[in-house]
Nanobody, 125 residues
Framework: QVQLVESGGGLVQAGGSLRLSCAASKRTFSYYSMGWFRQAPGKERVFVAGIAPSGGSTYSADSAKGRFTISRDNAKNTLYLQMNSLKPEDTAIYYC??????????????????WGQGTQVTVSS
């Protein structure tokens, strides 16, 4: 079992940037497809971005394209989400998740076995 711990959330003004990190507890992190999801109050958890185990392929939701960049450092067992040009509608709890089976990251939360506790991102207008 792998434990995931997110950090880097906070309060930022619209147009600002944040970099989220997700530290994994196991070296097998490099074998997992990873994803970032977010959940706004009263809404479902939705896919933001995903990355293949090697980092060679990335996928982003339409809402994230051009503004958010997912990356990973397998040597550090860490996943990142660089978020630029933030908007108030990006306000949510952001979760990282690990999929030990899929070779490509899924957009479905059901495909991920391991989840972090989440980090709050609040964007003020």
């Amino acid at each position: 079992q792998v434990q995931l711990v997110e950090s880097g959330g906070g309060l930022v003004q619209a147009g600002g940037s944040l970099r989220l990190s997700c530290a994994a507890s196991k070296r097998t992190f490099s074998y997992y497809s990873m994803g970032w999801f977010r959940q706004a109050p009263g809404k479902e958890r939705v896919f933001v971005a995903g990355i293949a185990p090697s980092g060679g392929s990335t996928y982003s939701a339409d809402s994230a394209k051009g503004r958010f960049t997912i990356s990973r450092d397998n040597a550090k067992n860490t996943l990142y989400l660089q978020m630029n040009s933030l908007k108030p509608e990006d306000t949510a709890i952001y979760y990282c998740a690990a999929d030990s089976i899929g070779l490509t990251p899924s957009e479905s939360a059901d495909d991920y076995e391991y989840w972090g506790q989440g980090t709050q991102v609040t964007v003020s207008s």
